[in-house]
T-cell receptor
Framework: DAKTTQPTSMDCAEGRAANLPCNHSTISGNEYVYWYRQIHSQGPQYIIH???NNETNEMASLIITEDRKSSTLILPHATLRDTAVYYCIVRVIGQGGTASKLTFGTGTRLQVTL | DGGITQSPKYLFRKEGQNVTLSCEQN?????MYWYRQDPGQGLRLIYY???????QKGDIAEGYSVSREKKESFPLTVTSAQKNPTAFYLC?????????????FGPGTRLTVL
């Protein structure tokens, strides 16, 4: 799986949009971009994923650049409950079994403040 | 309410004792996973099961054992052979185990060996 690079930490004021960047410059054509988050001492929570088109769901939006070398996760109106570590992961399509494991990096620690 | 449950949330054991961590899912997912997370680090795959009565070793299977007698259950036993068992253990499941299949996580069990 391609390596990802994320900032170590970010701050965001409550009610404002949180934009979390991820660089995946070595991504291959058969790799999806996934985002998870982990609130302290809880299991990771799936947020969103995409291949090359922008995606939106009830939690967030995912913007993938045209060359697919980077992406941005957008939380449109951050709340205190969004404080967590956010992980950007790229995964190969079609490899099942143990190759389907998720490889988490160190992620971005997002702190939402009043 | 569909989801993945893990019990107990906190577990304490004496060194040399085997301990079994429970993982149950009612999502009708075929594939189930066990990961280990150490402080400040990402997830590492211990075991994976794609169907009932079948499982494969992950990256750090030594000192662990699993069973998959029922689709909804995937218990993990941490044996006395595991040299450093204190960690946060996460169970996950996905529809089929394919490479682009979204994995959903349980709340985790924090094991402390005294």
């Amino acid at each position: 799986d391609a390596k990802t690079t994320q900032p170590t930490s970010m701050d965001c004021a409550e009610g404002r949009a949180a934009n979390l960047p991820c660089n995946h410059s070595t991504i291959s054509g058969n790799e999806y971009v996934y985002w998870y988050r982990q609130i302290h001492s809880q299991g990771p929570q799936y947020i969103i994923h995409g291949l090359k088109n922008n995606e939106t769901n009830e939690m967030a939006s995912l913007i993938i650049t045209e060359d697919r070398k980077s992406s941005t996760l957008i939380l449109p109106h951050a709340t205190l409950r969004d404080t967590a570590v956010y992980y950007c992961i790229v995964r190969v399509i079609g490899q099942g079994g143990t190759a389907s494991k998720l490889t988490f990096g160190t992620g971005t620690r997002l702190q939402v403040t009043l | 309410d569909g989801g993945i449950t893990q019990s107990p949330k906190y577990l304490f054991r004496k060194e040399g004792q085997n301990v079994t961590l429970s993982c149950e899912q009612n999502l009708n997912h075929d594939a189930m996973y066990w990961y280990r997370q150490d402080p400040g680090q990402g997830l590492r795959l211990i075991y994976y099961s794609q169907i009932v009565n079948d499982f494969q070793k992950g990256d750090i299977a030594e000192g662990y054992s699993v069973s998959r007698e029922k689709k909804e259950s995937f218990p993990l036993t941490v044996t006395s052979a595991q040299k450093n068992p204190t960690a946060f253990y996460l169970c996950a499941s996905s529809q089929s185990g394919g490479g682009a299949d979204t994995q959903y996580f349980g709340p985790g069990t924090r094991l402390t060996v005294l």
